[in-house]
């Protein structure tokens, strides 16, 4: 074993202790009252950086938060692996339905349950200490790296891409190395060659002009709580194809080989339904659960409001309706387009005896990468490595916007080696990362920081 990885296992502990640290932090991009607690974090990840005598760290100012940069790039011979992640997190809530609190990291059953524990400061600060494991047993870090931690990611990365425009020959680098997502299962390491975008809408129906006594008024007003039921009801059809006129019109199909190759990948359907407590599954006909959730577009309701929500009954007819409304989207969709395509079509469903309001939320591209390209061998080369079983390539259902841009600013792939699990639960109460998991992701990516120069 190489000192470095001898490092990783006698430092593992001290690391645990870092990481809780940084779990510690409620660093809520979405939370305008939590700006201090994201400035910690940003801080804290500093402070990390600078204890491992980088040529260069520092702390990017934004109109948003804080983008957090380190760099060391000593060889004109070796590739340039840009480590991405991001520092801040998802809002807790519901916070009666974790069993520890969310920002109090505990250990259960080798776990760690906090907010943020594997989506994504767990994840990204293998990286970090993968790179102390070479600096500080001697040995130098196998390639040129540079290191962009970013506290927006949830909120759609607003800052980021004018950054990337504005430090364009600072960022210039081979690849970008990013763990913000799962593994095929807990025994079946993967590398994430496919994800997908995003356009999020926010609806209101208005009816009357104030909530209506339901008895008085009911049957002779219209309820937008009802009309905003029936119109989100025709957004989809029973077969659930998404009814919006050229919602489909530029997504680029499944060929036969992909297709193909999601049958060969180990999927067990029926203990995914028991993992949700369903009895069955739900989705667009003719796909598989694979396709459904990674490589086809959805429609999805993610909130819905309106009317009376306190205990018992109250009789009353709102006058308000509204729902948070969001689409995945495929290659190459455009975000842009999509939102103008819903707003033009939800508009049209609408009853005249309703105002209806559309707004767009953050939105980003679908991203896949090349499969050909020398940093996924790599990848798979180190996870083989580490996990003791080959990596697979896999799509996933969920978004990290940047990675498109990081292509189309920089012109570079990114390498997706993520080291969670579908179970850890991100964006949900008890979310969760495995210690076994954090330790291997260190051993995972200084093991591909060592590889890598023998690939390129
Ligand atoms: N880490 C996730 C993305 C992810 C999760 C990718 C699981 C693959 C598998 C990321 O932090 C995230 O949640 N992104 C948001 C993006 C959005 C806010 C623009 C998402 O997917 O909802
Ligand atoms: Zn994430």
């Not at 109109?63 to 520092?87: A, F, K, Q, S």
């Not at 009954?313 to 290659?331: D, Y």
């Not at 033009?344 to 939105?363: I, N």
Request: aromatic fraction near 8%; charge should be negative; include cysteine.
């Amino acid at each position: 074993m190489s000192i470095s990885q001898q490092y990783i296992d006698e430092n593992k502990d001290k690391f645990v202790e870092e990481l809780f640290e940084l779990l510690r932090i409620p660093s809520i991009s979405t939370d305008s009252t939590k700006k201090d607690e994201i400035k910690k974090a940003a801080g804290f990840l500093i402070e990390k950086l600078n204890e491992l005598d980088l040529e260069r760290v520092e702390l990017f100012d934004t109109p948003g938060n804080p983008i957090v940069y380190g760099e060391h790039c000593p060889y004109d011979d070796r590739p340039t692996v840009l480590i991405y992640g991001h520092y801040d997190v998802q809002p807790s809530d519901p916070d009666d339905l974790w069993d520890t609190p969310p920002f109090e990291p505990t250990v259960k059953d080798g776990l760690i349950y906090a907010r943020g524990a594997s989506d994504d400061k767990g994840q990204a600060y293998t990286h970090l200490k993968a790179l102390e494991s070479y600096v500080k047993s001697g040995e130098p870090i196998p390639v040129n790296v540079k290191i962009i931690l970013e506290g927006e990611e949830e909120i759609g990365s607003p800052n980021l891409v004018p950054f990337l425009e504005e430090h364009k020959a600072m960022l210039s680098c081979d690849m970008v190395l990013i763990s913000d997502t799962a593994m095929f299962d807990k025994d079946t390491p993967s590398i994430t060659y496919g994800l997908r975008g995003l356009a999020y809408m926010e609806v209101e129906v208005t009816g009357p002009n104030r909530d209506l006594h339901s008895g008085v008024y009911g049957g002779a007003v219209e309820n937008p709580a009802n009309v905003l039921c029936e119109m989100i009801a025709k957004l989809k059809d029973e077969d659930g194809v998404i009814q919006i006129p050229g919602f489909y019109d530029d997504v680029i199909e499944l060929t036969g080989a992909d297709r193909e190759a999601y049958t060969k990948l180990p999927f067990d359907e029926e203990a995914y339904k028991k993992s949700l407590d369903v009895k069955a599954l739900h989705g667009e006909k003719g796909y598989s659960t694979l396709e459904r959730s990674s490589a086809r577009p959805t429609l999805d309701v993610n909130g819905l409001w309106s009317g009376y929500q306190g205990e018992g009954a109250k009789t009353v007819l709102p006058s308000k309706a509204g729902a948070k409304i969001s689409m995945r989207l495929v290659p190459d969709q455009h975000p842009k387009k999509i939102a103008e395509l819903f707003a033009k079509h939800f508009k049209s469903l609408a009853p005249d005896t309703v105002k209806v309001e559309v707004r767009e939320h953050h939105g980003g591209h679908a991203s896949v990468t090349d499969l050909d390209f020398y940093g996924l061998k790599a990848g798979a080369d180190a996870f083989e490595d580490i996990y003791g079983k080959p990596a697979l390539f896999s799509r996933e259902g969920g978004s990290i916007p940047i990675v498109a841009d990081f292509k189309k600013v920089l012109g570079v792939e990114s390498i997706l080696m993520g080291f969670g699990l579908t179970s850890n639960a991100i964006h949900s109460p008890n979310e969760n990362f495995s210690l076994k998991d954090f330790h291997r992701g260190i051993k995972t990516s200084a093991r591909f920081l060592e590889l890598l120069p023998e690939y390129s």
